[in-house]
């Protein structure tokens, strides 16, 4: 019914760049929260950014200042501007969207992309 699909992930080297963009399709009636999630090796899938409908953002402390999470209501699109990249950020980055369907008026769930590898070298 719906699909989250990400691209934009690479490696870069470090303080270098990168922009992931996630795109949701399907039977949506609206989108609540889209944010974007990364999980390292041996790790716990941790919040990197969301953002609201109406544009309200939140950013885990180790991204403030470097990452940026924009969205683009009419295309159902999250981006996320990755700046001054380091080894630390090196995980799998998960697209994430809290969203309503059209056949349920008001129930929301959440929904997940496949990820995209993020990888920063030293």
């Known amino acids: 019914q719906v699909q989250l699909v990400e691209s934009g992930g690479g490696l870069v080297q470090a303080g270098g760049s990168l922009r992931l963009s996630c795109a949701a399709s399907?039977?949506?009636?609206?989108?609540?929260?889209m944010g974007w999630y990364r999980q390292a090796p041996g790790k716990q899938r941790e919040l990197v950014a969301s953002v609201t409908s109406g544009s309200i953002t939140n950013y885990a402390d180790s991204v403030k200042g470097r990452f940026t999470i924009s969205r683009d209501n009419a295309k159902n699109t999250v981006y996320l501007q990755m700046n001054s990249l380091k080894p630390e950020d090196t995980a799998v980055y998960f697209c994430?969207?809290?969203?309503?369907?059209?056949?349920?008026?008001?129930?929301?769930?959440?929904?997940w992309g496949r990820g995209t590898q993020v990888t920063v070298s030293s």
């Open positions: 399907g039977n949506i009636r609206r989108i609540n929260v």
């Open positions: 994430n969207a809290n969203l309503v369907l059209i056949s349920s008026w008001s129930e929301s769930k959440n929904y």
